[in-house]
């Protein structure tokens, strides 16, 4: 196998997914593994676990925002622990894509999960507010000026947390990521377009660079970034 130069971020590459044109039984056949691919390389267990259950209200609901909730996988993982913890979790998950929201909300409903079509402007703009807000494999995706807006905008409407969870750009990620999923999730875009996400993503210096005052970068095992920042804790 030939790697790709993984020394610096690889801002021209795009992932296919992202292609208004791309094939659609391919996209919603990629929706369809983000479950078993978030729970196997996300680490969303351990964020809960460690950023996020310690914040959650005894005895009221908490709300939660999902900042580009893909096929909301994660939403509804994040209220079914809630729930499991004897804790009500109100969670909106958005996400701009009308072919994401329509996967979104073709699944089976949960309980205190609900899905827009939005973006986090739009919410800014409604004067929204939530106590936590997370996005999970979406910053590497932004440009400069994208990542400003989601961050500015994300702690506007944050009250106590934000929690951005990312790949961590490494050789290792790359080379068991590319064997790994080799011989899985056929006539899908989960393995050519996470090496593109690997060579797309940030270390956690690079993302500590590029936000701004107040915001942490840290890294969780194995290969995760995360980029926390905490408004009323």
Avoid: K
């Avoid at 130069?5 to 021209?12: E, K, Q, S, T, V």
């Avoid at 909301?72 to 993982?77: K, N, T, V, W």
């Avoid at 899905?115 to 929204?128: H, K, N």
């Amino acid at each position: 196998m030939i790697l790709p130069p993984l020394d610096a971020r690889d801002r021209d590459a795009r992932e296919r997914m992202d292609d208004p044109a791309c094939d659609e039984a391919a996209l919603r056949r990629t929706y369809a593994a983000f479950r078993v691919v978030n729970a196997v390389v996300a680490g969303w267990r351990t964020t809960y676990a460690t950023l996020l259950r310690p914040l959650l209200r005894d005895g009221s609901a908490t709300t939660l925002l999902d900042v580009g909730s893909g096929g909301g996988d994660l939403a509804r993982a994040l209220a079914g622990w809630a729930a499991r913890d004897g804790h009500e979790l109100q969670v909106t998950g958005i996400d701009p894509d009308p072919r994401a929201h329509a996967w979104a909300t073709s699944r089976p409903a949960r309980p205190g999960v609900t899905f827009r079509r939005a973006t986090t402007g739009d919410l800014v703009a409604e004067g929204a507010r939530f106590d936590l807000v997370v996005s999970n494999h979406v910053l590497h995706h932004l440009d400069d000026r994208e990542l400003a807006a989601v961050l500015d905008h994300s702690r506007r409407l944050a009250g106590r947390r934000v929690v951005h969870s990312d790949i961590r750009r490494s050789r290792t990620a790359y080379l068991l990521f590319s064997v790994g999923t080799l011989p899985f999730f056929p006539g899908s875009f989960i393995r050519a377009d996470g090496l593109v996400s690997i060579r797309r993503s940030y270390t956690v210096d690079e993302l500590g660079a590029a936000a701004p005052p107040g915001w942490e970068a840290r890294p969780q095992a194995p290969w995760r970034t995360l980029l926390v920042h905490d408004v009323g804790v």
